[in-house]
Nanobody, 128 residues
Framework: QLQLVESGGGLVQPGGSLRLSCAAS????????IGWFRQAPGKEREGVAC????????LYADNLKGRFTISRDNAKITVYLQMNSLKPEDTGVYYC?????????????????????WGEGTLVTVSS
């Protein structure tokens, strides 16, 4: 069982930036499809971004393109979510998830398809 840990959340003003990290105790995440998801207060969870194994092409939720960037570090141990131009509606708990099989696609974003392992989440609050 892969144990994922998210970090980097916090309070930020509108227009600010945060970088979230997802890691698994030194285990390489290069063999996994990784997705970022979020859940705002009182709302359902939604997909944010995903990246396929071995640094494949990332995919983003349509409403977040251009502001969020998912990437892997060179050591393939950590997956990041860089979030820029943050808005109050970006507030929520952000989760990373991993799938050993499959690839990053629309179903990953829309349904978290194949995501077997989930972290506990990190809270992002965008407020002045």
């Amino acid at each position: 069982q892969l144990q994922l840990v998210e970090s980097g959340g916090g309070l930020v003003q509108p227009g600010g930036s945060l970088r979230l990290s997802c890691a698994a105790s030194g285990v390489s995440l290069d063999e996994y499809v990784i997705g970022w998801f979020r859940q705002a207060p009182g709302k359902e969870r939604e997909g944010v971004a995903c990246v396929s194994k071995h640094g494949g092409e990332p995919l983003y939720a349509d409403n977040l393109k251009g502001r969020f960037t998912i990437s892997r570090d060179n050591a393939k141990i950590t997956v990041y979510l860089q979030m820029n131009s943050l808005k109050p509606e970006d507030t929520g708990v952000y989760y990373c998830a991993a799938a050993q099989y499959g690839y990053c696609g629309v179903a990953t974003i829309d349904y978290a398809y194949g995501m077997e392992n989930w972290g506990e989440g990190t809270l992002v609050t965008v407020s002045s």
